[in-house]
């Protein structure tokens, strides 16, 4: 990953889906394709084995962002998530603007879903399938030690559009990647800064985790499929 805005590099750059991680400028504003991928998850001791196919085979599910969600459209060839955090007012992913912060996420929910067809807050179905694109590609669980360690020095928030300047989509503004600075991962910035993230599809119950895949049964408090509770 750049480091200062710098040059950089991946094996996987030439590699779907991440080859196709790219910007495109939609009714939510600036926004990052990620195209449909295949995975499998594979305990091995104390070890997990992650695995990514660009097509479909045996024994491999499809990324959760792109499954079939129950809401009549079937899986998804392609998703698009906001490169910025939401700009307050407009709710859309736009450079220069202040992030959307201090709401519940119930406002959250209702003010993405305002912005057009299609469109809802950022949900954990989607937030599962960056991550399993970023540990395959870096075999690390620490971000902030393979991309930067993010956030501003002062520990204020900055306007979207920080990394606006970088050369490489994935990286730091930071000199050195232990230094305060803004990050991107894959043209997708502050992913981790100093602004929290409200995610729609799940809740914490009694029965652990719970999850929703439609988008439009989204509930911070029932409907959901429980995936684990903590032992």
């Given amino acids: 990953p750049a480091v200062n805005s710098g040059t950089g590099s991946s094996p996987f750059d030439n590699i779907q889906p991440w080859a196709g991680m790219v910007r495109s400028t939609r009714t939510g504003g600036d926004m990052v394709a990620i195209p449909k991928f295949w995975y499998k998850l594979t305990q091995n001791g104390k070890g997990l084995q992650v695995q990514i196919s660009d097509k479909a085979q045996a024994g491999y599910s499809v990324s959760p962002a792109h499954m079939n969600r129950g809401d009549g459209k079937g899986e998804r060839d392609t998703i698009y998530v906001g490169r910025y955090h ?48 970023y540990i395959v590609e870096f075999a690390n669980w620490d971000s902030q030690t393979t991309i930067g360690k993010g956030c501003s020095a002062s520990g204020s928030k900055a306007n979207n559009g920080q990394t606006d300047a970088m050369k490489y989509h994935t990286g730091t503004t930071a000199a050195s990647r232990t230094s305060y600075g803004y990050t991107q991962y894959r043209n997708i910035e502050g992913l981790w800064d100093n602004v929290l993230d409200w995610l729609g599809g799940c809740y914490n119950a009694s029965n652990g985790l719970n999850i929703i895949l439609n988008p439009a049964n989204y509930s911070d408090s029932s409907g959901g499929t429980s995936i684990g509770t903590p032992s």
């Fill in 86 to 133: 939401c700009a307050a007012s407009t709710h859309k992913s736009e450079t220069g603007k202040a992030q959307e912060c201090n709401i519940t996420r119930s406002t959250a929910v209702t003010n993405c879903k305002g912005v057009g067809t299609g469109y809802s807050l950022l949900d954990f179905a989607t937030r599962f399938t960056i991550w399993l694109l």
